[in-house]
């Protein structure tokens, strides 16, 4: 009887990781076409964050630019490290025409961020691939935002009609009330990974 138990349980464990996993990688499924912007400012001085700002609609024309016609994440990613200078001279224009002479370092790069709810979608915890502008020190307060597909862009478009994810992926970026238990597995997963990666590092 207590093997018969056992072996239930064990299933039972077997098929919620499963289960678990699946929901995960259905999720991944959707935060894989993103690219993410990421803005850092110098500091949290008034200054410093009014010239972020400044900084990211300096340069959001040019990564529309940049993104627009891409027709997948790959294309995207080559297209923005070909022109990764333009956008780092359009911030630096900026910079200059307010009188600063903070370094600019502009990098296509794997970053982690906290869940983000924007107006009509919302992304969760985890790895993105991002467009990450470090103003001088990069110690400040930071925006962010996603390049591709152009969702917060000056030309940007809904999220139902960038033609990226499909119907089931929408869901779980415009509807995450109804996918809580998938956004549970992947931030889970993604954290454990993550903490692997960092015990092998040491």
């Known amino acids: 009887m207590k093997k018969l138990t056992a072996s239930v349980l064990l299933s039972l464990l ?3 990781f499963i289960s678990s996993f699946s929901a995960a990688k259905e999720v991944s499924a ?3 076409k993103v690219i993410r912007l990421h803005v850092i400012a110098n500091s949290d001085s008034d200054f410093d964050q009014a010239l972020k700002f400044k900084v990211r609609d300096g340069i959001l024309a040019e990564v529309s630019k940049t993104a627009s016609g891409c027709k997948s994440k790959d294309e ?12 780092a001279e359009a911030a630096e224009k900026t910079l ?17 961020f906290d869940r983000r709810v924007y107006e009509d979608f919302t992304l969760p915890a985890g790895e993105y691939d991002s467009l990450c502008i470090r ?4 110690k400040g307060k930071n925006w962010w935002c996603v390049c591709y597909p152009s969702l917060c862009l000056g030309a940007a478009v809904s999220v139902d009609d960038c033609g990226v994810f499909t119907e089931d992926e929408l869901v779980i970026i415009k509807s995450p009330e109804k996918v809580r238990y998938k956004l549970w597995c992947f931030e889970f997963f993604g954290k454990i990974e993550r903490f692997l990666k960092k015990s092998r590092s040491v």
């Open 14 to 16: 077997i098929l919620t």
């Open 30 to 32: 959707a935060t894989e």
């Open 135 to 138: 103003i001088g020190e990069a």
């Open 96 to 112: 200059q025409e307010n009188g600063c002479d903070y370094a600019i370092n502009c990098s296509l790069s794997r970053e982690v």
């Open 76 to 87: 995207a990613m080559a297209a923005i490290s070909q022109n990764i200078s333009s956008i």
